[in-house]
């Protein structure tokens, strides 16, 4: 079995470079296809982008953290301040009557900071929630710089052949093959990347969407 799977795989046509043999491009060639410029901005997005996207999903791992350990903890540690001003209060045995309305102030403000540490704790699973998504697009990105890499080299072929063909090193057809050869890499490239970014624009938005109206319904 792990043979015939192996010949299986050798033989594939969506294996590897093989791939892009399997990819048809209709429409007619521009200037934008080879721009060197165009795919060292891409270049520079895609570095960009997984930078800042791991930072996110970094930054969302610590505040997540501070929700359900520091956080918590600083209102459990103002619950207890009041808790404790109210047990010192209960030991005045001759003034109980009169001290009663400070020891419910103070004993419903220790429950209520008690209240909010659960509550903190319990209102990070949102933040869990956006950063899963935030997460998997940080592993998709942080694939996009080779692929873009691969554009590139396929657009500095493309301007060496030229160069080849215009002093006579090279003939039109070899010329024309690694152009051609190159158009597919390139737009495939190009495909790709309008794909990641549609994906990260759709997921991005409803995610943080959620996640504000959810936080602006706890704060209230």
């Not at 294996?15 to 209709?26: D, L, P, T, V």
């Not at 710089?145 to 060496?160: D, F, M, R, T, W």
């Not at 070899?174 to 549609?198: F, K, T």
């Amino acid at each position: 079995r792990w043979k015939q799977g192996k010949r299986e795989a050798e033989t594939d046509h969506l294996q590897g470079a093989r791939f892009f043999f399997a990819i048809n491009s209709e429409e007619p060639v521009t200037p934008a296809d080879y721009s060197l410029e165009i795919i060292d901005s891409a270049e520079k997005l895609a570095a960009d982008l997984e930078r800042g996207v791991r930072v996110f999903a970094e930054a969302l791992v610590e505040f997540h953290r501070r929700m359900t350990t520091s956080t918590s903890k600083d209102f459990l540690a103002v619950s207890s301040a009041f808790l404790g001003v109210c047990r010192a209060i209960n030991c005045d045995i001759y003034d109980k009557n009169r001290n009663m309305p400070l020891f419910a102030a103070f004993s419903n403000t220790g429950d209520a900071f008690r209240s909010l540490s659960v509550y903190h704790a319990v209102q990070s699973e949102p933040t869990t929630q956006l950063l899963e998504c935030v997460r998997e697009h940080a592993r998709t990105l942080a694939t996009l710089p080779a692929v873009v890499s691969l554009g590139k080299s396929a657009c500095v072929a493309v301007e060496e052949a030229r160069r080849l063909l215009a002093e006579g090193k090279l003939s039109q057809h070899d010329a024309e093959s690694i152009q051609s050869g190159a158009v597919v890499i390139v737009r495939s490239v190009q495909a790709e990347c309008v794909w990641i970014m549609q994906q990260l624009r759709q997921d991005f938005l409803e995610r943080v969407k959620d996640y504000l109206l959810d936080r602006a319904a706890f704060c209230r």
